[in-house]
């Protein structure tokens, strides 16, 4: 059983629309991060989310920590092809470790 | 400077051969880590330094073995590799906030490993 899980798996848009991805897990975490990740490269954080209901904005990016702690959502407006990318959820399976697992990924392609 | 470098880019070696992965960073960062990530797949963590001791040991095979000589630098050396241990290796670090949770990872660009 996976610790997160995220959907889709795999999403292909048109640029200029909108698009949600989600992260779930079984078990409540005290924060979660988001990252993107381009072939052959590291992935690059972009927020971290720790309070319950917490929404951060990012530019056209808009993320939402779910009341319970349970689920998380990444909000792409006027989707464009520089955020072509794998979109991954991570959370630190220790309270004050260093012990991050990560979801399987959203593979986002946005056509121009 | 949030920068983690990571030589070789690329490396190829036979199954009898041993070479060695760095990684180093300058933000006084006081965990580092090693990834694992397979084509499609998502990185699975292999070791993680705190304050240059290892404090976690996902399994990992002994062919694979981690060194950190200061607080800066990480290796990962290797030894009889299989074809299945090809991937990209990540380095990440992290300042280690041992009062929250919320600590950040900083990742390398990675060495893509192909073992022959």
């Known amino acids: 059983t996976q610790l997160l899980e995220q959907s889709p798996q795999f999403l292909s848009i048109q640029e200029g629309e909108n698009l949600t991805v989600y992260c779930n897990s079984s078990?409540?975490?005290?924060?979660l991060q988001w990252y993107r990740q381009e072939p052959g490269e590291g992935p690059v954080l972009l927020v971290t989310?720790?309070?319950?209901?917490e929404v951060k904005k990012l530019k056209r990016l808009t993320f939402q920590f779910g009341d319970a702690r349970k689920d998380s959502s990444l909000h792409i407006t006027a989707a464009q092809p520089g955020d072509t990318g794998l979109y991954l959820c991570?959370?630190?399976?220790?309270?004050?470790?260093?012990?991050?697992?990560f979801g399987p990924g959203t593979r986002l392609s946005v056509l121009p | 400077d949030t920068e983690v470098t990571q030589t070789p880019k690329h490396l190829v070696m036979g199954m009898t051969n041993k070479k060695s992965l760095k990684c180093e960073q300058h933000?006084?960062?006081?965990?580092m880590y090693w990834y694992k990530q397979k084509a499609k797949k998502p990185p699975e963590l292999m070791f993680v330094?705190?304050?240059?001791?290892?404090?976690i040991n996902e399994s990992v095979p002994s062919r694979f073995s981690p060194e950190c000589p200061n607080s800066s630098l990480l290796n990962l050396h290797l030894h009889a590799l299989q074809p299945e241990d090809s991937a990209l290796y990540l380095c990440a670090s992290s300042q280690e906030d041992r009062v929250s949770s919320t600590d950040t990872q900083y990742f390398g660009p990675g060495t893509r490993l192909t073992v022959l």
């Open positions: 991570a959370l630190n399976r220790d309270n004050y470790g260093q012990n991050f697992v």
């Open positions: 330094y705190s304050y240059e001791k290892l404090s």
């Open positions: 989310v720790v309070t319950g209901g």
């Open positions: 933000m006084g960062h006081r965990a």
């Open positions: 078990s409540v975490f005290s924060s």
